[in-house]
């Protein structure tokens, strides 16, 4: 039996393909990339298994595995991954970082790298892997291979494509790949590139004795006419010392416009990294270069002033970079707002897109902003977010790591959570205290989120004010309090407040016309948490779940407190 039917027979009684969370595979198509990508019959075992597992669950979930063979199988199978953990694995995309990997591989032979593992030894059998934690396992292999690489880096190949007025040079590799362009700049040289590519490195002359040696710095990938991947020294985006150098390789005509992509995408050059002086002497050389990923289509919905507006866009110029950096959310065709500035030259004008988002159907998704963000970026997205055309972002707005929070300063978030509390849904209540205290705009996530009504101070939160004690006490959902509360006339009696169920930081209070439950501030985060009222709808029965939650109320104590028999 060969070795590729041999492979294929892990996915007998499966059919031919899989679709799974939205992605279709075909098995002999995955045997083929696996068989000559991983080599190693352990790695493609590996491999094939997360299809495998993926396509098992799925049968599962959809009562279709009819025979016993077949349900011992999943049964068997499907013991050491949760659905979570299937769904991870096969939702990663591996395949784009392994191609990377595996040119690194073939360049520098590395020893830790060949005999690295993909499963874990547990219990005298074998784990996968996750992919993640693989990808992670081999860029810090990568990492340490770059630091252990010394002496010289120079190259020789190629020819001139470009002479900059300095003598630097940028060089014309057309075989698309470069052993030596890899070595010297630590990275693959893309050594698995597309057909048609074409290597553009800059370098810089390095005069030793009577030689003259070239030190590359920059290595671009050239493809009928558009830039993909752009990456300095071990892939690291250019810094911008180079970008004057960068413009003069733009400047020329044989570079018909950017694309992006390949291998950690983030990394690349972007046009919109040139500052704007350095953009309008591109343009001016070469007006013609299509250098923005999303296009001119878009509708403008908030304008900012000054020639810059968000805008929603149906239709981009490079749907896969512009996906790549902020996924399709939820099923549907999703659209983009982006956030565009637009440039006069002469007698045309350009826009330029400073970031994006995907947009399906008001629903925000991953939010672009490659350049370094300022106070005016965070008032900017402060404003498309007040926009009402938007009912959710999918992202924590209140974590800093998150691709929105990274760019909104705290005064803005503080102004978005007075004026759009519910898109702050995925924020827990505990870290909106943490943020901003006991401040009106708590008050109006907590009314929003809750259908509360309440109001705050820098002592804490009045949590619900009532008519009368009549009315505390039907609210209460206690029976002998109902009735005491009936048949007592404490509506002019003096009282200020005390702590009704002994708990420290929640009291009764006499409010304008009648009694108020105060919150303290010390009892806010625990008050939430034991609460849970996420998970119910509460309104005017917020006192009554207080009481199922703590306990009532003393019957002695609240008597002899109010003076009453």
Known sequence: ?????????????????????????????????????????????????????????????????????????????????SPQRIYEDYSFEFRESWHHFK?????????????????????????????????????????????TLRGERHCNDGVPFITLKD????????????????????HCGNGLGRLGDQLLSLREPIKKGKLRLWRPHLTFILNNGYLGEMKGFANSKPKMKLHGRIVCLLQDERIHGIKGGGYQPKCNFSFSDLAYPLRQKVLEENNKLDFDPIGEDGESIEELGGGIAWSRVSKVNNRDFVQLMSPQIGKGKSQWVTLQSTFNLGHRSYKFSEAWSSDNGGHLGVLHFPKEHTNSDSVKVEALLKNKAFLSVEEDLLDSSSSWGRVLKKESVKNLLVARPDLFVNSPIEKIFEFSGCSYALSCVLNQRYGLNTKSSSHGIELQNFLSFIEFGQSSGVGWLVTLMEKSDISHKEFSEFDFLELGWLVLRRGIRGPCLYLLREGVIHF??????????????????????FGPPDRKRFTAELGLS
């Open 1 to 81: 039996m060969s070795r590729k039917k041999r492979f294929l027979k892990m996915f007998n009684g499966l059919g031919s393909s899989l679709r799974f969370s939205g992605t279709r595979v075909n098995f002999e198509e995955s045997v083929n990339w696996a068989t000559e990508f991983l080599s190693r019959e352990d790695r493609i075992i590996w491999y094939l298994g997360i299809l495998q597992r993926a396509s098992l669950l799925r049968k599962y979930r959809e009562n279709k595995c009819s025979t016993r063979a077949l349900r011992r199988k999943v049964s068997r199978m499907l013991v050491d991954y």
């Open 103 to 147: 040119s690194v591989l073939e360049i520098y032979s590395d020893h830790q790298m060949q005999k690295y593992s993909f499963f874990l030894n547990q219990e005298n059998k074998g784990v996968s892997k996750t992919p993640s934690q693989i990808i992670s396992d081999f860029r810090k292999m990568e990492c340490n291979l770059q630091n």
């Open 167 to 186: 003598g630097w040079v940028w060089f014309f590799v057309g075989e698309g790949r470069s052993r030596q362009e890899a070595t010297a700049m630590r």
């Open 528 to 549: 939430f948490k034991t609460m849970d009222l996420d998970n119910q709808a509460v309104g005017s029965n917020l006192l009554s779940e207080i009481v199922l939650r």
